[in-house]
């Protein structure tokens, strides 16, 4: 079974800094990656995804992340953080055969203005 | 941009009462699920749903857990005899196809407080 996981639960920064989340999977086979968020009272949305290609994939509010298959790795990142970025982010998985999602704990970012 | 709905936002019941959690998936999708996330836990799969039948479901799922489309929108998830470690946020998600690469949409949860 895959296990997903999210380090540094909580994270607090200032507008404009830099974030970046990390997220490490246990599963050597063929793997689907996603970030999902939730902001606060709201669904969890999808910020993006990693099916094949292009490790590196952009998604929706200027966030993107790297697959780096040796590291079973899949972080999140975004350059300038902005208040609206408050929120929890999901890493997830799911493999070949098997369309369960595992999630990680999650990241609760909180950004000062 | 179509959503997962779910209904109530949160739901307080006792111990040992059972509780229907419902959900109004997107409307062209197929494949419908539910997942919960104990406080300061993951998010846990519990059980995924096609053509009137469950796929699959995790070892969390047992006889104490249904699911059920009572008709063309709604999905369900019904708890009978609540316990205390069922107090959770309830996540339903549905996806166009079962193919591991269709997205899975989410709803926003429902929160069960078993007193």
């Known amino acids: 079974a895959q296990s997903v996981s999210q380090h540094n639960h909580h994270v607090i920064l200032s507008e404009a800094a830099s974030l970046e989340l990390g997220c490490n999977y246990s599963y050597g086979g063929t793997v689907n990656l996603f970030w999902y968020v939730q902001y606060p009272g709201q669904h969890l949305q999808l910020l993006l995804k990693y099916f094949s290609g292009d490790p590196l994939v952009k998604g929706i509010k200027g966030f993107e992340a790297e697959f780096i298959k040796s590291k079973f790795s899949f972080n999140l990142r975004k350059p300038s953080v902005q208040w609206s970025d408050t929120a929890e982010y999901f890493c997830a998985v799911n493999s070949y055969g098997n369309n369960r999602l595992a999630f990680g704990k999650g990241n609760q970012v909180v950004v000062i203005p | 941009e179509p959503e997962v709905t779910q209904t109530p936002s949160h739901q307080v019941t006792q111990m040992g009462q059972e509780v229907i959690l419902r959900c109004v998936p997107i409307?062209?999708?197929?494949?419908f699920y539910w997942y919960r996330q104990i406080l300061g836990q993951k998010v846990e799969f519990l059980v995924s749903f096609y053509n009137n039948e469950i796929s699959e479901k995790s070892e969390i799922f047992d006889d104490q857990f249904s699911v059920e489309r009572p008709d063309g929108s709604n999905f369900t998830l019904k708890i009978r005899s609540t316990k205390l470690e069922d107090s959770a946020m309830y996540f339903c998600a549905s996806s166009e196809s079962e193919d591991r690469s269709n997205i899975q949409y989410f709803g926003a949860g429902t929160r069960l407080s078993v007193l």
């Open positions: 409307s062209n999708h197929l494949y």
